[in-house]
């Protein structure tokens, strides 16, 4: 046992070191708080404070491991479920590098090069700067499949049944536990059944009490699922409420019946096609050589570690077997545990390379026929240079996908929300999206309270008739609701909330998502108001003139209420614009080099303006709103900048402007 | 090498074989349809920026920015999958998708589903559907390619 544990050591103190240097880096690039990176992200770090019950199939485990990251004394409630990812992620990644231990036989410089590739690769590191269930995923996966194989290796020693057996039902909890944070880990069961019988089938009527006891733990493991029934009458998403666990068959509904239109879903002739994207999805994580390396680590797993190539392969192709036939809008986060899995074959590829090196150096040395001193000198050569070329690989790996997951910066919805709680009057009404997608408003009122006397109808379990509505107060709405722009769909308030005619005036804008691949969502605030303001008037006095021509529009000039002003505040700001060649226009404000807000001219309203009003056609579009100011911004002296920009195109980074002109500085407060 | 070792090994390298034909038929299957033109990189590519400010050229939905901006990666009779700096993304289309053009001087003309092609930039606007996972395209925009 003491020679056991000094051997193990240096590998307890690399994992540690690795777990830092993942950590360090997820932490340097976390989401400081509510993120649109995923669709459900927002929930996720809601329903764990609350202890309240995730969108199908639930999550229980997540959400009471979230419970206990949300004493951790660090940044708000979001920022905390997301450390939670980083920590398990990077938990995750050390668990990864004694797996790879234990199938190397102590190949050190391999398994932390496979556990820092897979660390650092696009889709994993993007789930551990957000709250998700991906990362903590990962961890429960790999702390799985490490248990299982510590009992293999407990097995080929008959001193030690105890052990095996503790180990065995271990493995057998943290599997049953894992379906708490995801439940597709419910696919490994045929690969780890499989590898039970062939490291030791003889188990089965030999020591019945250990697979008992196994099963037992699965199912203790399984039991957190009561926390299905035990909080369905929480709910209040519509779309979860029809398959609400409050019943046998709708515990089978939120579990593994949910989603039945994604599993599945492709014809068999679009299959191929299926398979290239995943292909193209792995060729992202790892590269080309990354595959070719794999390829190869599956071939030397199976000649000399023929069970362990049965317990990977089988987990892997289960696992992309039903991923590639799944129809999700955000596929790549879905294949996480397969890269993990393929990360594991590419890292056994790699030591058996090593392996093979070495071997070459010393037969080598030992036909020149150099001493023992002369053949170390060689390894240690050959290490160093192998460690150095490692080491370079995961830099190169950082640095690109650095910028991409960095959302150290993105504190758009904590700037737009803080400044939509200090505008609404007192007892307004607050509309928005519901189900999974009304977190970034539901979150603030659930964690903290916030603006109690504010209605948030889309957070009720029964949604208020239109009459109750409009005796209740302004209403106000995060989402376009009227003119024919309405978007639509289940998550939507429902449209006979407010008349089809209202207006949706844009009161406060704020910055937009820039870092989800998608757009989330528009950070708007608007009045619901059954007259419009006055968009075009024949004559205006701005405070400040500008007469300035920016492509196909001239500003007249502008009024800014405060030329002093707070990063994470709000400036008011009426722009007055003139139609010199009218067509659609995309105006930016920015204050020195960081984007305020983007909208289109007369903010989507004015064709339906001019259509029932009829304004001069000479006459002067005002856009009086708020502009929120991103926290990120440095104090002192910046530059207010308006700017019409050209229509996006492929093959160019981000969008040039057509022009811009300064307007002012604005003196910034921290 | 005991029997079952070998019968393992065997069986193993059959799955091994399987897998690298799979892999191979269906990257053969899809070049046969879509040819070896690989798509330029990404709009920015991983690394690179991220698309911002993007806009409707538009029409399609006033006031709205495209729900999705990337390049066409794969095509399938009810779906399209973009890709992005985040990686790919699924759009379902159906019947009711309408697809715009946009041509130099950004004018717009209707086009068809039959016009979209890989490598194309497209903006799609659409909603999320009950699963809240899939997006489904009301209107795709395909941009001007790079000048």
Same mark, same amino acid.
């Given at each position: 046992?003491?020679?056991?544990?000094?051997?193990?050591?240096? @590998?307890?103190?690399?994992?540690?070191?690795?777990?830092?240097?993942?950590?360090?880096?997820?932490?340097?690039?976390?989401?400081? $708080?509510?993120?649109?990176?995923?669709?459900?992200?927002?929930?996720?770090?809601?329903?764990?404070?609350?202890?309240? *019950?995730?969108?199908?199939?639930?999550?229980?485990?997540?959400?009471?491991? =979230?419970?206990?990251?949300?004493?951790?004394?660090?940044?708000?409630?979001?920022?905390?479920?997301?450390?939670?990812?980083?920590?398990?992620?990077?938990?995750?990644?050390?668990?990864?590098?004694?797996?790879?231990?234990?199938?190397?036989?102590?190949?050190?410089?391999?398994?932390?090069? #496979?556990? *820092?590739?897979?660390?650092?690769?696009?889709?994993?590191?993007?789930?551990?700067?957000?709250?998700?269930?991906?990362?903590?995923?990962?961890?429960?996966?790999?702390?799985?499949?490490?248990?299982?194989?510590?009992?293999?290796?407990?097995?080929?020693?008959?001193?030690?049944?105890?052990?095996?057996?503790?180990?065995?039902?271990?493995?057998?909890?943290?599997?049953?536990?894992?379906?708490?944070?995801?439940? $597709?880990?419910?696919?490994?069961?045929?690969?780890?059944?499989?590898?039970?019988?062939?490291?030791?089938?003889?188990?089965?009527?030999?020591?019945?009490?250990?697979?008992?006891?196994?099963?037992?733990?699965?199912?203790?493991?399984?039991?957190?699922?009561?926390?299905?029934?035990?909080?369905?009458?929480?709910?209040?998403?519509?779309?979860? *409420?029809?398959?609400?666990?409050?019943?046998?068959?709708?515990?089978?509904?939120?579990?593994?019946?949910?989603?039945?239109?994604?599993?599945?879903?492709?014809?068999?002739?679009?299959?191929?096609?299926?398979?290239?994207?995943?292909?193209?999805?792995?060729?992202?994580?790892? &590269?080309?050589?990354?595959?070719?390396?794999?390829?190869?680590?599956?071939?030397?797993?199976?000649?000399?570690?023929?069970?362990?190539?049965?317990?990977?392969?089988?987990?892997?192709?289960?696992?992309?077997?039903?991923?590639?036939?799944?129809?999700?809008?955000?596929?790549?986060?879905?294949?996480?545990?397969?890269?993990?899995?393929?990360?594991?074959?590419?890292?056994? &590829?790699?030591?058996?390379?090593?392996?093979?090196?070495?071997?070459?150096?010393?037969?080598?040395?030992?036909? &020149? =026929?150099?001493?023992?001193?002369?053949?170390?000198?060689?390894?240690?050569?050959?290490?160093?240079?192998?460690?150095?070329?490692?080491?370079?690989?995961?830099? %190169?790996?950082?640095?690109?996908?650095?910028?991409?997951?960095?959302?150290?910066?993105?504190?758009?919805?904590?700037?737009?929300?803080?400044?939509?709680?200090?505008?609404?009057?007192?007892?307004?009404?607050?509309?928005?999206?519901?189900?999974?997608?009304?977190?970034?408003?539901?979150?603030?009122?659930?964690?903290?309270?916030?603006?109690?006397?504010?209605?948030?109808?889309?957070?009720?379990?029964?949604?208020?008739?239109?009459?109750?509505?409009?005796?209740?107060?302004?209403?106000?709405?995060?989402?376009?609701?009227?003119?024919?722009?309405?978007?639509?769909?289940?998550?939507?308030?429902?449209?006979?909330?407010?008349?089809?005619?209202?207006?949706?005036?844009?009161?406060?804008?704020?910055?937009?998502?820039?870092?989800?691949?998608?757009?989330?969502?528009?950070?708007?605030?608007?009045?619901?108001?059954?007259?419009?303001?006055?968009?075009?008037?024949?004559?205006?006095?701005?405070?400040?003139?500008?007469?300035?021509?920016?492509?196909?529009?001239?500003?007249?000039?502008?009024?800014?209420?405060?030329?002093?002003?707070?990063? &994470?505040?709000?400036?008011?700001?009426?722009?007055?614009?003139?139609?010199?060649?009218?067509?659609?226009?995309?105006?930016?404000?920015?204050?020195? @080099?960081?984007?305020?807000?983007?909208?289109?001219?007369?903010?989507?309203?004015?064709?339906?303006?001019?259509?029932?009003?009829?304004?001069?056609?000479?006459?002067?579009?005002?856009?009086?709103?708020?502009?929120?100011?991103?926290?990120?911004?440095?104090?002192?002296?910046?530059?207010?900048?308006?700017?019409?920009?050209?229509?996006?195109?492929?093959?160019?980074?981000?969008?040039?402007?057509?022009?811009?002109?300064?307007? #002012?500085?604005?003196?910034?407060?921290? | 090498?005991?029997?079952?070792?070998?019968?393992?090994?065997?069986?193993?390298?059959?799955?091994?074989? =399987?897998?690298?034909?799979? %892999?191979?038929?269906?990257?053969?299957?899809?070049?046969?349809?879509?040819?070896? #033109?690989?798509?330029?990189?990404?709009?920015?590519?991983?690394?690179?920026?991220?698309?911002?400010?993007?806009?409707?050229?538009?029409?399609?939905?006033? =006031?709205?920015?495209? @729900?999705?901006?990337?390049?066409?990666?794969?095509?399938?009779?009810?779906?399209?999958?973009?890709?992005?700096?985040?990686?790919?993304?699924?759009?379902?289309?159906?019947?009711?998708?309408?697809?715009?053009?946009?041509?130099?001087?950004?004018?717009?003309?209707?086009?068809?589903?039959?016009?979209?092609?890989?490598?194309?930039?497209?903006?799609?606007? %659409?909603?999320?559907?009950?699963?809240?996972?899939?997006?489904?395209?009301?209107?795709?925009?395909?941009?001007?390619?790079?000048?």
């Amino acid at each position: 046992m003491k020679a056991s544990l000094r051997r193990s050591w240096p @590998d307890f103190l690399i994992a540690s070191a690795i777990f830092a240097v993942a950590l360090a880096v997820y932490n340097a690039t976390l989401t400081p $708080s509510l993120s649109y990176r995923s669709p459900d992200g927002n929930e996720l770090a809601t329903i764990p404070y609350v202890l309240g *019950l995730a969108h199908s199939t639930g999550y229980p485990l997540y959400t009471w491991l =979230g419970k206990l990251f949300t004493f951790v004394p660090v940044g708000d409630v979001a920022h905390r479920m997301n450390l939670m990812s980083a920590v398990m992620g990077a938990a995750g990644v050390a668990l990864l590098y004694a797996i790879m231990i234990l199938l190397t036989q102590g190949r050190r410089l391999a398994s932390a090069f #496979t556990a *820092l590739l897979f660390a650092f690769s696009l889709a994993f590191w993007s789930q551990t700067v957000i709250a998700e269930v991906y990362a903590p995923n990962v961890f429960m996966v790999t702390l799985t499949v490490w248990l299982l194989l510590l009992w293999a290796r407990a097995v080929k020693k008959p001193s030690s049944r105890l052990a095996e057996a503790a180990l065995f039902c271990a493995f057998a909890l943290s599997y049953g536990l894992s379906l708490g944070t995801h439940m $597709s880990n419910l696919g490994f069961a045929p690969a780890f059944a499989i590898f039970v019988l062939l490291v030791d089938w003889r188990m089965l009527y030999r020591r019945p009490w250990v697979w008992l006891g196994g099963a037992l733990c699965f199912i203790l493991g399984c039991l957190q699922f009561l926390w299905l029934p035990y909080k369905a009458s929480t709910l209040n998403d519509p779309i979860m *409420l029809r398959n609400a666990p409050a019943t046998l068959i709708g515990i089978y509904r939120y579990t593994l019946g949910a989603f039945p239109q994604f599993k599945f879903a492709f014809p068999i002739q679009s299959i191929p096609d299926r398979i290239v994207l995943y292909l193209y999805m792995l060729r992202q994580q790892f &590269g080309l050589w990354g595959i070719l390396l794999g390829l190869y680590g599956m071939g030397e797993m199976l000649a000399r570690a023929t069970k362990r190539f049965y317990l990977f392969v089988l987990m892997y192709l289960a696992h992309v077997f039903f991923f590639v036939q799944y129809r999700v809008f955000d596929l790549d986060v879905f294949f996480i545990p397969a890269h993990l899995l393929f990360a594991i074959f590419l890292g056994y &590829g790699a030591a058996q390379l090593i392996t093979y090196a070495e071997s070459t150096v010393r037969s080598w040395r030992s036909t &020149g =026929g150099s001493g023992g001193k002369g053949r170390r000198l060689a390894l240690l050569a050959l290490n160093a240079a192998l460690a150095l070329v490692m080491a370079l690989t995961v830099v %190169g790996e950082v640095r690109a996908n650095w910028e991409t997951n960095d959302c150290s910066d993105d504190t758009a919805i904590n700037d737009f929300y803080e400044n939509v709680f200090e505008v609404l009057p007192e007892d307004s009404v607050l509309l928005g999206p519901g189900g999974v997608f009304g977190y970034d408003m539901f979150y603030w009122r659930l964690v903290y309270n916030v603006r109690p006397d504010v209605l948030m109808p889309m957070m009720a379990r029964s949604r208020p008739s239109r009459q109750e509505l409009a005796a209740a107060g302004p209403v106000f709405t995060t989402q376009r609701l009227t003119g024919g722009q309405r978007r639509g769909g289940p998550w939507s308030p429902p449209p006979d909330l407010v008349p089809d005619d209202a207006w949706s005036i844009p009161v406060l804008l704020g910055g937009s998502d820039q870092t989800s691949g998608h757009r989330g969502r528009e950070l708007t605030l608007y009045r619901v108001s059954e007259t419009p303001p006055e968009l075009v008037v024949a004559q205006a006095q701005p405070q400040h003139a500008v007469g300035a021509r920016l492509g196909g529009w001239e500003l007249v000039g502008y009024d800014l209420e405060d030329e002093e002003a707070r990063a &994470g505040g709000r400036l008011h700001l009426t722009l007055y614009w003139r139609a010199v060649e009218p067509g659609a226009a995309l105006i930016v404000t920015a204050l020195g @080099d960081t984007p305020l807000e983007t909208h289109e001219i007369g903010f989507g309203n004015l064709p339906r303006y001019v259509q029932e009003y009829h304004p001069p056609r000479d006459g002067i579009v005002v856009e009086d709103y708020w502009a929120v100011i991103p926290s990120q911004v440095p104090a002192g002296a910046q530059t207010l900048t308006v700017a019409l920009r050209e229509p996006l195109r492929p093959g160019r980074e981000g969008v040039s402007p057509i022009a811009s002109v300064e307007l #002012t500085t604005v003196n910034l407060q921290p | 090498m005991s029997t079952e070792r070998k019968l393992l090994i065997a069986f193993g390298a059959i799955i091994i074989a =399987g897998i690298i034909a799979i %892999g191979a038929f269906s990257l053969g299957v899809y070049v046969g349809e879509q040819g070896w #033109t690989l798509p330029p990189p990404s709009m920015a590519g991983p690394g690179g920026k991220p698309p911002t400010g993007g806009q409707p050229p538009a029409g399609p939905a006033p =006031g709205r920015e495209p @729900d999705l901006i990337g390049q066409i990666q794969s095509l399938a009779d009810d779906s399209l999958t973009v890709r992005t700096p985040q990686g790919p993304r699924l759009v379902m289309v159906t019947e009711e998708t309408r697809v715009l053009r946009v041509a130099e001087g950004r004018k717009e003309e209707e086009a068809s589903l039959e016009d979209l092609q890989r490598g194309m930039g497209v903006a799609v606007f %659409g909603s999320f559907g009950d699963d809240g996972r899939t997006l489904t395209a009301k209107t795709v925009v395909i941009l001007p390619a790079p000048r």
